[in-house]
């Protein structure tokens, strides 16, 4: 399943992760809303440990290895296609699932938001990437 995966281009997504997370969570996009929605102070966001960091990266490589190997299994070519697939694995298992979490936690729908569009947008671009550097 994974013999054809070109971890170069798991090596981008991740790097693409990072980089709409850095961007994604800033002062001028969502650092505040988000801030506000779990009901923490802004000195909160400095405060992140390397454990975080590292926790972070893991869990990218894994999303764009598994990402791969399915666009790899599904025969997929093209942009659209990798499009598609990003777009097709964050409505079936990533918008659902933490829409039900959601719905439990008490943190509100604008916090789903703000982190569901952070997985979309990083899905979208690794299924790019994963598809242009087949």
Not at 23 to 51: H, T
Request: hydrophobic fraction near 65%.
């Amino acid at each position: 399943m994974f013999a054809g995966v070109n971890w170069l281009a798991v090596v981008v997504c991740v790097v693409v992760a990072i980089v709409v997370g850095f961007v994604w969570y800033s002062k001028p996009l969502f650092l505040k809303p988000w801030l506000a929605g779990i009901g923490k102070p802004a000195e909160f966001a400095q405060q992140a440990r390397p454990v975080n960091y590292v926790i972070t990266i893991a869990a990218a490589f894994v999303e764009a290895l598994f990402l791969a190997a399915l666009i790899g299994v599904m025969g997929s070519a093209g942009a659209a296609a990798g499009l598609q697939a990003g777009f097709m694995v964050w409505l079936g298992f990533v918008a659902t699932t933490s829409a039900a979490n959601a719905a439990f936690g008490d943190r509100g729908w604008t916090v789903w938001g703000i982190e569901a569009g952070n997985h979309l947008v990083t899905l979208l671009l690794m299924g790019l990437v994963l598809s242009l550097m087949p």
